[in-house]
């Protein structure tokens, strides 16, 4: 076997591992910070620090009684969770860690990750459908009508970043911003990605698609044991991304001064995974209309108005 296939062989297991370990990490990551910003302890029991309480919590999804309702539509009910995990990690394969780290190079790399994220969807609305729950099924109108809302203003904020670098591929895009971040003329598409992102993860404050307070646990309300564990997994993978997706379009990617390229990217994804802890910590859920009314009526004319401002600008140097 060739030098290069092993190379790519190594750089697909070590992303994808890498992800999967990251997500399992954060599970233990955002309770302490959530303890740390509330004032209060967090996870501390077992192991130092609270660490084990990872391992806790797989071992019981593990061991945990894998039970399908006999009023659901099984096979779907099965393949529901698995959707949102492998669209999860087929984006992390577009995303360039380091000159030589990176699963893909694709030219259309933008357009492959705007693509998955609509895929991601079609999880929770089968899962919702297979439960033949009510609480579930409304969960899964809230996702469906939240997810294609909100992808519409996501496609539109990279569009200033597109025109800026000339190209698709995100290993060009970071090598755009060699002379300043994207972040700076693109603050407003900057802002409505990550906005966009929150939603696009049923994050908090926009996880209304699994409001306990309203709809039980929304769309997963039935699921238990490893399935309930992937839609769960895939939620931390999604932060994970988006807060990749961000530092790759908006904050230079690895680029940085002394040091090593991938310490600076994984330094940049990682303060950007804590902004999203922090807003759980610290903002209130809004009601499902005004969450649609924010989108519509503010998030989209600001996405316009970026691109035909940037078009202008560009148009003016050119």
Sequence with gaps: MSTSVLLQLANILGVLTTAVLLAALLTWGERRLLGFWQDRPGPNRVGPFGLFQVV???????????????????????????????????????????????????NIGLLFFLALSSMAVYSVILGAYASNNKYALLGGLRAAAQ????????????MGVVMMAGSFNLREIVLAQEGSW??????????????????????LPFDLPEAEHELTAGFHTEYSGMKFGM?????????????????????GGWLGPWLPPTVWFFLKTGLMVMVFVLLRAAIPRPRYDQL???????????????????????????
């Design 182 to 203: 994207f972040i700076v003329p693109q603050f407003a598409g900057f802002m409505i990605f990550f906005i966009a992102g929150i939603a696009e993860s049923h994050r």
């Design 292 to 318: 649609m009314q924010f989108g519509w009526k503010i998030m989209l004319p600001l996405a316009l108005a970026n691109l035909l401002g940037t078009g202008a600008v560009l148009l003016w140097i050119g």
């Design 56 to 106: 806790a919590d797989m071992l019981k999804l593990f061991f945990k009684e894998d039970f399908i309702p006999r009023f659901a539509d099984k096979p779907v009910f099965v393949l529901a969770p698995t959707i949102v995990m492998a669209a999860m990690l087929l984006g992390f394969a577009i995303i360039p860690v380091a000159p030589m780290v990176g699963v893909i190079d694709l």
């Design 231 to 251: 839609f769960f997994v895939g939620e931390y993978l999604s932060v994970i991304l988006i807060s990749a997706l961000v530092t790759t379009l908006f904050l």
């Design 147 to 158: 997810t294609v809302s909100y992808e519409v203003f996501m496609g539109l904020s990279l």
